[in-house]
């Protein structure tokens, strides 16, 4: 069974720096692209970066480009997201999702594991 648990989310000051991670078990964590997504209440998902399987390729959403940077080590089975500069309007859930292939997707509706999420609050 696919399980991905995310953690590291909490409170930070704006312009303040988390680190989110997601710990993926139950597949070929090596073999497969991941993302993270964003979703405030009452909003629908928000894609906000992705890596391909190998590594090599990464991808942003226009609205965290050099702010935030996506990565993963395959010997941990362990996703990450490291958010800098943080923005009040950052504050929302953040979910980590695998993709069913290895090549880099910025669509949601195309990653079919999710985990339950994070919340990160950006908050003076």
């Known amino acids: 069974e696919v399980q991905l648990v995310e953690s590291g989310g909490g409170l930070v000051q704006p312009g303040g720096s988390l680190r989110l991670s997601c710990a993926a078990s139950?597949?070929?964590?090596?073999?497969?692209?991941m993302g993270w997504a964003r979703q405030a209440p009452g909003n629908g998902l928000e894609w906000v970066a992705g890596i391909s399987a190998s590594g090599m390729t990464t991808s942003y959403a226009n609205f965290v480009k050099g702010r935030f940077a996506i990565s993963r080590d395959s010997a941990k089975d362990t996703l990450y997201l490291q958010m800098n500069s943080l923005k009040p309007e950052d504050s929302v859930v953040y979910c980590c999702?695998?993709?069913?292939?290895?090549?880099?997707?910025?669509?949601?509706?195309?990653?079919?594991?999710w985990g339950q999420g994070t919340q990160v609050t950006v908050s003076s």
């Open positions: 139950g597949f070929a964590f090596s073999n497969y692209a």
């Open positions: 999702a695998k993709y069913p292939g290895e090549i880099v997707v910025m669509v949601t509706t195309d990653y079919v594991n």
